[in-house]
């Protein structure tokens, strides 16, 4: 049981009890020379030395105050300040990243056009044709010459033109 044990310990132990006769005797010897020093002490000097003392904390309070008043004065000028910058430097990245993605666009644009095969020089533009095959020539004659060219340079280009030229490469 080293509860009870500790309540006991406690309670038979009487170092409190010489502390507190410790303290009382102390007051008891010191007590009959701080009453005469304070009945020799001028009531006058004393109000006067405290008035003084409170004169000065008034002075460095005060001092204090309107030092504090400057510094705030200051700390809310740099802070205008500072709010400012970082508004001019949010203006300046949000510029860059505007063109940094303007740019970057631009590059993506021509990467699926690259990809898509449509990257043969600047913006040209392919049109895909169909070519009608003809008939076989029928046996009343031959084939006019005309249709057979057609036929044969549209074969050779893979039927595609560019844009602005007739099969047969002539511009219109």
């Known amino acids: ?18 502390f507190a006769a410790g303290v009382i005797d102390k007051i008891r010897q010191e007590a009959p020379g701080r009453l005469a020093a ?13 008035a003084r003392q409170a004169k ?6 005060s001092e204090t105050l309107t ?11 740099q802070a205008q300040q500072y709010a400012l910058q970082g508004v001019g430097l949010a203006a300046e990245y ?3 990243a505007k063109e940094g993605y303007d740019e970057l666009a631009v590059r993506g644009r ?17 049109e895909r ?13 031959p084939e006019p010459a005309s249709d057979r060219n057609t036929a044969a340079e549209t074969a050779s280009t893979g039927g595609t033109t560019a844009p602005g030229t007739s099969p047969k490469g002539e511009e219109s």
């Open 56 to 61: 000065e904390t008034q002075a460095k309070v």
């Open 67 to 77: 030092g504090l008043d400057a510094d705030i004065k200051r700390l809310r000028e």
């Open 110 to 126: 021509g990467a699926v056009a690259s990809w898509r095969g449509e990257d043969d020089g600047p913006e040209v533009n392919i």
């Open 1 to 18: 049981m080293p509860l009870a044990e500790d309540v006991r310990k406690t309670l038979t132990d009487p170092t409190p009890l010489y």
């Open 129 to 141: 044709t169909t070519v009608k095959v003809a008939e076989p020539p029928q046996e009343d004659g």
């Open 38 to 50: 304070a009945r020799e002490t001028d009531t006058r000097e004393l109000q006067e030395k405290l």
């Open 94 to 96: 949000a510029v860059k």
